[in-house]
């Protein structure tokens, strides 16, 4: 046998010895836990060629008044514990108000700069590209979309540390302050990138039952419980995965559903009838259908209006909110356009922030 072999073989079955001293992965996969096998729709902005491009499709619908009380929806319980405690429906009241700005506001941005020569460099939102691995010295020069870029008037690009040259085009990352002037920034203040702080947001979670939870079969990915749940899609959202013990050999699985509208001991009874395992039933503000159509209000409007600078919209997901709505700068005119979908089922996340 050659030497070369003797390695492979060793290393074979040392990888081999490994493999079966791990502990077995659990059943559920984890886009599954997530989204139930569902991929929530998500828009994002057209960028040159290589980019996602966004299609805008179906039509606006009419949304739950957000005037209208949601019913109480109590925990679910265990199928192998006692009912928990009802819990009180959570809040999801949003003041993207903070966020507004208007000419002559004090902003800031932080994030990536880029400075073409003989242009006003600018700021660019986080925007969605293919990642593509270019060899070093190939990858294209650094640009922005004109109607997402923010000019940086009297940006001092010597004080940007880590500054890169790409293609002839300066680049690098940077925490900037200034004057609002609607598409751009007078800047009177700049510093090393510091990070934007987001609203703290609270997963959806199941309350222990008396006893904890059982370790026991759930038949989630059954045809009966998918065509319950794509039958209720009007109703409740999910399934999402969740492991209070850990994801160690025989932990229990726990599966959340989110519930929008209706009555709660009413769909916890039609549920039982095809679902078996653990469960709970939590209050969300959307449903499935709610956020695929909110989220196509905010495709359309943002297909519609490009100069408004908003480049991505996606669902509550695990936090059973309102939509996102990502936008260069939440001003007037943006909100103006967003205020038919409905203002109290959008989460603005803007890359310009008021500074107070």
């Known amino acids: 046998m050659k030497q070369t072999d003797e390695v492979d073989d060793l ?3 040392a990888g081999a010895r490994w493999r079966a001293d791990q502990e077995a992965p659990p059943e559920p996969d984890l886009e599954y836990m997530l989204s139930g096998g569902r991929k929530h729709r998500r828009w994002v902005p057209a960028l040159a060629a290589a980019s996602v491009a966004v299609i805008a499709a179906g ?9 209208t009380p949601k019913t109480p929806t109590a925990q679910a319980p265990s199928t192998t514990a006692a009912t928990p405690d009802a819990r009180t429906p959570q809040t999801f009241a949003q003041g993207n ?4 700005v208007k000419p ?3 902003v800031q941005v932080s994030g990536q700069i880029i400075a ?5 460099p600018v700021f660019c939102p986080p925007l969605a590209v293919h990642a593509i691995g270019y060899p070093p010295g190939q990858e294209p020069a650094p ?4 109607k997402f870029a923010v000019k940086l008037n009297g940006l001092d690009l010597d004080k940007i540390p880590g500054l890169s040259t790409i293609k002839g085009v300066l680049t690098g990352e940077a925490t900037v302050t200034g004057t609002w002037r609607g598409g751009a920034i007078d800047v009177d203040g700049q510093t090393g990138l510091k990070p934007l702080e987001y609203p703290a947001q609270t997963e959806l979670e199941c309350p222990v039952p008396p006893g904890g939870w059982k370790s026991q079969p759930s038949n989630i990915s059954s045809t009966a419980v998918t065509k319950f749940l794509a039958a209720h899609a009007d109703q409740a959202t999910g399934p999402i995965f969740r492991y ?3 994801t160690s050999r025989g932990a229990p699985v726990v599966i959340l559903i989110g519930l929008a509208h209706g009555d709660a001991a009413a769909f916890r009874q039609a549920f039982e009838k095809v679902y078996r395992g653990n469960y709970c039933v939590v209050p969300t503000l959307l449903s499935q259908s709610d956020e695929q159509r909110v989220t196509t209000a905010i495709g359309n409007v943002m297909s519609g209006n490009p100069k408004l600078g908003i480049y991505g919209a996606s669902g509550a997901g695990i936090y059973g909110g309102p939509a996102l709505a990502q936008v260069t700068a939440y001003t007037p005119e943006v909100k103006a356009a967003l205020t038919p979908v409905g203002l109290d089922l959008i989460r603005v996340a803007p890359q310009v922030r008021p500074v107070r």
């Open 97 to 100: 108000d903070e966020f507004l």
């Open 59 to 67: 039509v606006i619908a009419v949304l739950p008044d957000p005037k």
């Open 143 to 146: 640009s922005c979309p004109d």
């Open 116 to 120: 073409a020569t003989g242009k006003t």
């Open 11 to 13: 290393l074979t079955r």
């Open 104 to 106: 002559g506001d004090k």
């Open 244 to 246: 209070p013990n850990g």
